[in-house]
T-cell receptor, first 113, second 119 residues
Framework: AQSVTQPDIHITVSEGASLELRCNYSYGATPYLFWYVQSPGQGLQLLLKYFSGDTLVQGIKGFEAEFKRSQSSFNLRKPSVHWSDAAEYFCAVPYSGTYKYIFGTGTRLKVLA | DTGVSQNPRHKITKRGQNVTFRCDPISEHNRLYWYRQTLGQGPEFLTYFQNEAQLEKSRLLSDRFSAERPKGSFSTLEIQRTEQGDSAMYLC?????????????????FGAGSRLTVL
């Protein structure tokens, strides 16, 4: 069965520092991969997605992610974090043979001024 | 387009009462999803509609839960005889996909959610 693991529940970084959020997936074939961001009390907003092609994908708000098949990972990165990036981040994959998408448990990002 | 709209945004109810949430998807989207999110967790899939047809339901969706999407436009999620364990954020999402295709290459657009508190 497919699964998504986000090993870090909380991450704290200083404003201006670089950021990497981890996502590991279990999937039989090449997956479609997504990162969403959720601000407090809000729904989820798509940051970026990987469907095929270049394994380094660019998203909104200066985020990027790299698909590494050998490591079953799709880590999210940002070179310089802004205070407004404080939010919860979710990695997601479709569940093969169904219409549903499964989400990781999320990583809550705190940004120190 | 105003995006995915959910109402009400907040609902406080007493145990045993019925509640109904409404979702208005992006108008050209034929796919509609309901998810539930509890504190500290990622969204959990509840059910999926393609146009007006409910094609998939999670085992999480007990018989107290019912969802409809009449005419393939807005959708409602009703919870009967609410329990304290039903307290959660209920998220609706929509996407545009090829009818009959089970491809996971769909971008979901989420609404802001409806938060339910059962006392």
């Amino acid at each position: 069965a497919q699964s998504v693991t986000q090993p870090d529940i909380h991450i704290t970084v200083s404003e201006g520092a670089s950021l990497e959020l981890r996502c590991n997936y279990s999937y039989g074939a090449t997956p479609y991969l997504f990162w969403y961001v959720q601000s407090p009390g809000q729904g989820l907003q798509l940051l970026l997605k990987y469907f095929s092609g270049d394994t380094l994908v660019q998203g909104i708000k200066g985020f990027e992610a790299e698909f590494k098949r050998s490591q079953s990972s799709f880590n999210l990165r940002k070179p310089s974090v802004h205070w407004s990036d404080a939010a919860e981040y979710f990695c997601a994959v479709p569940y093969s043979g169904t219409y549903k998408y499964i989400f990781g448990t999320g990583t809550r990002l705190k940004v120190l001024a | 387009d105003t995006g995915v709209s959910q109402n009400p945004r907040h609902k406080i109810t007493k145990r045993g009462q019925n509640v109904t949430f409404r979702c208005d998807p992006i108008s050209e989207h034929n796919r509609l999803y309901w998810y539930r999110q509890t504190l500290g967790q990622g969204p959990e899939f509840l059910t999926y509609f393609q146009n007006e047809a409910q094609l998939e339901k999670s085992r999480l969706l007990s018989d107290r839960f019912s969802a409809e999407r009449p005419k393939g436009s807005f959708s409602t999620l009703e919870i009967q005889r609410t329990e304290q364990g039903d307290s959660a954020m209920y998220l609706c999402a929509s996407s545009q996909g090829v009818s009959g295709s089970i491809s996971g290459a769909n971008v979901l657009t989420f609404g802001a959610g409806s938060r339910l508190t059962v006392l």
